[in-house]
């Protein structure tokens, strides 16, 4: 009886490690299928023109407050070299050059 009671024991340690070793197989073989593929230069260039296009609208009206500015800013410039030349002439006449 001893002999039938350790080849049991046996037989349900094997069963144990062989339903360890299938869950293991199972548990690598999700991972492997969830994991993420490894990304090209061109798909990173899809993402880019992707998020891109996603935000033009934004896109488009920052471009347009900067050209608005940058036209501010020539416009007043414009205004301070004509007021410099003012004062230009306007001291030359004191001194009376």
């Given at each position: ?76 410039g414009r205004k301070v070299v ?16």
């Amino acid at each position: 009886m001893a002999t039938t009671h350790t080849h049991s024991g046996q037989g349900v340690n094997m069963g144990i490690w062989i339903g360890i070793a299938v869950g293991a197989a199972v548990g690598i073989g999700i991972a492997l299928s969830r994991r993420r593929r490894p990304r090209t230069p061109w798909d990173q260039a899809r993402e880019v023109t992707r998020r891109v296009a996603d935000r033009s609208g934004d896109l488009a009206d920052a471009t347009r407050d900067i050209v608005e500015r940058v036209k501010t800013i020539c416009e007043q410039g414009r205004k301070v070299v004509e007021d410099a030349g003012e004062l230009w002439e306007h001291s030359r006449k004191l001194v009376g050059v």
